[in-house]
């Protein structure tokens, strides 16, 4: 009997999980409502790893692409050997493949970093909600920047260029559509807020509200890491890849 009972506790979650999953793109509340269930985080992540698995592999030419032509332009103003510059190439290689195997763990391992910070920062404003369903409210909404990756790679085929800067990587989904010759730290955060990223915010700070039972000021100042943080790395990384311009 006790048997029975757990079997069903467990299909009841998994199904919490396959319909909260899907709440996530539309419905904050109804999605926080179901985050409780024991294992509602197991089919976003399952699904996460998914896309971010396949969409990283298709994605490794046109990083390819970037890796030859920043290293042939370093190369020509240094001199570098033939030889040399063959052997480097295919380090770089190696070093990007092993890199999209690990995407999906990174992932993961980032979304639980990024949820611990908000519950921190949730408990410094006041907002009183678990570590896990904080994960598992995010592990759902993330599927919406998910999308993302998705829309990069088709905008990418589509296109069919040549990719020679790092914004070429970064298609506009933002305010960036409608501005021409913007770089480096301005780019980045133009390109960081697209719809996809302000979709996801919007959710997750309405679902998170309703998780607690707290206002959604407090929502927001809670999730400040999970939007503030990738977009210092974002930036950082602009910085350092110079600023090319993109086509």
């Known amino acids: 009997m006790a048997q029975a009972s757990a079997s069903a506790e467990t299909n009841a979650s998994v199904g919490s999980g396959l319909i909260g999953m899907l709440n996530a793109f539309v419905d904050p509340k109804g999605t926080a409502r179901l985050v409780p269930a024991p294992l509602f985080w ?5 699904t996460l790893a998914i896309i971010y ?3 990283g592999y298709l994605m490794l030419p046109y ?16 001199n570098v050997p033939p030889e040399r ?6 380090v770089a290689h190696m070093f990007a493949q092993f890199t999209f195997v690990l995407t999906p763990v990174s992932v993961i391992v980032f979304l639980v970093v990024m949820a611990w910070l908000v519950s921190l920062m949730g408990s410094i404003v006041g907002l009183r909600a678990k570590f896990r369903n904080v994960f598992s409210l995010m592990a759902a909404c993330s599927l919406i920047t998910a999308l993302q990756t998705i829309a990069v790679y088709i905008v990418l085929r589509v296109k069919g260029d040549e990719i020679q800067s790092q914004e070429q990587l970064t298609p506009p989904f933002g305010l960036d559509i409608f501005l021409q010759d ?26 998170l509200a309703y998780l607690s039972k707290s206002s959604v000021g407090k929502a927001f100042a809670a ?17 350092f890849a110079g600023g090319g311009a993109s086509s």
């Open 182 to 207: 913007v770089h480096g730290p301005l780019l980045a955060v133009l390109n960081f807020f697209s719809i996809f990223e302000i979709w996801y915010l919007v959710v997750l700070v309405l679902g």
């Open 63 to 78: 990083t390819m692409q970037l890796i030859d032509a920043r290293m042939s332009q370093q190369f020509a103003q240094q």
């Open 53 to 55: 698995g396949v969409f």
């Open 42 to 46: 197991l089919w976003p992540l399952l």
């Open 223 to 239: 999730l400040t890491p999970a939007w503030l943080l990738p977009l210092l790395f974002r930036m950082i990384g602009m910085m």
């Open 85 to 90: 510059a063959e052997a480097a190439q295919r």
